[in-house]
């Protein structure tokens, strides 16, 4: 598997023209630069409540439908990635007030906490984000890519 190659110019990439340049990566690599899908999918992006990340996962999902409809995979692997990081960042949230982790003054790791709000908005990408990683499609064209580019 190649390494996400954060060396190109992404703020003057189409990455939807030119998907030989895309790499998979591992997990988010890549989500908040790779256009235009960034700026497609970003303003949907919302894990505040419950009711947001469920209106939030759903959209972003049926975005990923889209891209799979059009058998863009770029697409639907940056929507895969915006629906794992919908579940890390809640759980973060989840775990940390604010959600910082570490420590300010010292680099620590702060205490745990568990906000049951967050938690049920994590559950919510997560349904999403499982949806969407062993979509059948998704694979095969997973697989297509790696074998071409990668």
């Known amino acids: 598997m190649k390494k996400f190659d954060y060396e190109l110019d992404y703020d003057n990439l189409d990455l939807r023209k030119q998907p030989e ?3 998979v990566g591992r997990g988010e690599q890549g989500v908040l630069m790779v256009e235009p899908y960034k700026s497609e999918i970003l303003p949907h992006w919302r894990f505040k409540t419950p009711e947001i990340a469920k209106e939030s996962s759903e959209r972003i999902y049926d975005m990923f439908l889209e891209y799979k ?6 697409g639907m692997d940056m929507a895969r990635k915006f629906l794992q990081m919908g579940y ?8 940390h007030k604010g959600g910082r982790k570490y420590s300010k003054k ?3 790791i702060l205490p745990y906490q568990n906000d049951p709000v967050k938690a049920e908005a994590a559950a919510i990408f997560k349904a999403k984000w499982e949806q969407a990683k062993t979509d ?3 694979i095969k064209l997973k697989k297509r890519h790696r074998e071409l580019y990668e």
């Open 136 to 138: 059948e499609t998704y």
């Open 21 to 23: 340049l895309y790499t």
């Open 106 to 108: 010292d680099g620590s």
């Open 69 to 74: 409809d059009a058998e863009d995979f770029v």
């Open 88 to 95: 890390t960042r809640a759980r973060r949230y989840t775990n």
